[in-house]
């Protein structure tokens, strides 16, 4: 059974940065896309970063585009987001997750392992 632990959020004032980094356990890591999602208060949850299986494939929505940067470490079985120049709209509850095995990194409904979750607040 996949699990998966995020650490890394916290607070932080615009243009900080925080690194968020989650921990995968129970299968073979490299073989799973991962993806970085997040809900904001009333708002849907949206995917803002993934990550292919296949090494230098990666997924941003276009509003992180030059801010964010997700990457994984195969042999630590860890996914991690790098946030810079953070605003106060990235604030939210942000989750990792893994697809099926060998699935599109970027379809959102192949994600089926999820963790608890981190916040990030951004002050003003």
């Known amino acids: 059974q996949v699990q998966l632990v995020e650490s890394g959020g916290g607070l932080v004032q615009a243009g900080g940065s925080l690194r968020l980094s989650c921990a995968f356990s129970?299968?073979?890591?490299?073989?799973?896309?991962m993806g970085w999602f997040r809900q904001a208060p009333g708002k849907e949850r949206e995917l803002v970063a993934a990550?292919?299986?296949?090494?230098?494939?990666?997924y941003y929505l276009d509003s992180m585009k030059g801010r964010f940067t997700i990457s994984r470490d195969n042999g630590k079985n860890t996914v991690y987001l790098q946030m810079n120049s953070l605003k106060p709209e990235d604030t939210a509850v942000y989750y990792c997750?893994?697809?099926?095995?060998?699935?599109?990194?970027?379809?959102?409904?192949?994600?089926?392992?999820w963790g608890q979750g981190t916040q990030v607040t951004v002050s003003s």
């Open positions: 129970g299968r073979t890591f490299s073989t799973y896309p």
């Open positions: 997750a893994a697809a099926n095995v060998y699935s599109d990194y970027q379809n959102v409904k192949g994600y089926r392992y």
């Open positions: 990550i292919s299986w296949r090494p230098g494939y990666t």
